[in-house]
């Protein structure tokens, strides 16, 4: 039976017409290196039988599928294909075209949830500030004398974008990068609204709001006067930021801010030995470093620049022993959480796709993985072992958290302390927070 090409619209095949599907030899190179591919429930779905589908017009059937949820957008397929097809966006390209009403599980309610209330977790403004105060008092007393967390400071070097599940639950999580900023003597700051680091309009194929995130952050960036801004961790947050800014520039070239990303500013602070290190604490532990897809292959295809080494090098700073996954780097495996899969309803999916992570660190002997994601910490340290529990037998630590734990910290000055606590006196009356009131 020969399979005629189906008309499509204009706008569709204008979009479409950018990744020349004519291109593909069909030899499946792109199929064999996805983790999808088997996966239980996708019986007889594979990246290139979802290319020709859309290359004859099928784009309904693809559209009104569960693949392009369940793909994480790893890059693995358009890293090996040899006729160089830029084949993430173009499934990204099937979520975007999906009804928002029907976007599988949450995250749509996120996206919306995002925009009218600047976090997709909907956290009041009120609610927001408690926590930053009531934690921040809990590290001070802890361990870091005069530490607070400062809001919407002016003239910042540095401007920090929390990640609102952090701020709803992890709340610990948050005290590793502020440990370091307290170390480094950091003048930086977070913003009171539109504050959320994570972009779930990535996730959705929601195009406007990516770049309706990423203006929110260039314009708080340029309102509060910051040197330059911390891209977001997030694998989702830093790359869907970074496409937002693009959109924006494309429109006006001078809309852009300075920023930097999380590696080359925990480097540039260990070799200006603005914070000193401890190797010693992880004597008789061996570590691994997991690249992220977003902050490594996806990053490198469409910005021109990955983190590899500086995150092996930061690690290498803190730790005495490591060794790596195979493959690593740019042929790196995925560990099933991007795309949107963490919070995402497709769970059974996620933990098949991430079967080569746990073999992967099965085989290297690792006792901690090290990664740069808050999706791949949680897909690593909680869903595979779920799945997979004979086999997980590691920890997992953020890099940040490894230079916070690595730290020798050198305590603060009476006048510092003093002066950092009536700045906090200070910020928190203007910010109507009653410190007396706790969270």
Known sequence: MTLAPKPLPDAIKERLA???????????????????????????????????MIA????????????????????RCAYACPQGIDIVPIFGYMKHLRERSKVPGVLNKGVDRVIETGNNMGIAK????????????????????????????????????PNSKEVYGDFEDQKWWWKIFYAAKENWTIPSE???AVDWGLFTGNYEATKTLAQRKMDL???????????????????????????CALEDASNTVNYVYLYDYLKKLIEQGRVKLDKSRWEGKTFAFHDSCKHGRELEKHFGDAYYEEARWIIDQCVGKRVEFYPNRGNNYCCGAGGG??????????????????Q???????????????????????????YYPEDCKYEVKYIWQLVAESLVMEPWSEEEVEKAQAEAAAQWERLGVDLDAGY
Not at 36 to 43: A, K, S, V
Not at 137 to 145: D, H, Q, V, Y
């Open 360 to 386: 992967q660190i099965k085989d290297s002997g690792a006792d901690i993985v090290v990664v740069g994601c808050s999706n791949c910490r949680d897909q690593i340290s909680r869903r595979l072992p779920k």
């Open 341 to 358: 899969n963490w919070p995402g309803p497709y769970e059974k999916h996620s933990a098949y796709h991430g079967r080569f992570k746990v």
């Open 221 to 247: 960036n340029r309102k509060l006067k910051v040197g330059t801004m911390i891209m977001p961790d997030c694998g989702g947050g830093s790359y869907g930021c970074r496409s937002g800014m693009k959109s």
């Open 18 to 52: 950018k990744f020349d599907l004519n291109a593909c030899f069909t030899c499946g190179t792109c199929s064999s290196g996805c983790p999808i591919t088997g996966t239980p429930g996708m019986e007889g779905w594979d990246t290139r039988k979802a290319l020709r």
């Open 56 to 75: 004859y017009g099928m784009i309904d059937e693809v559209v009104d599928s569960d693949w392009p949820w369940v793909c994480t957008g790893c890059g």
């Open 194 to 196: 539109n504050w959320e």
């Open 126 to 161: 009120d609610d927001y500030l408690m926590s930053m105060a009531d934690v921040g008092n809990e590290l001070a007393e802890e361990e870091c004398p005069g530490f607070y967390v400062p809001v919407d400071k002016e003239g910042a070097s540095v401007l920090f974008f």
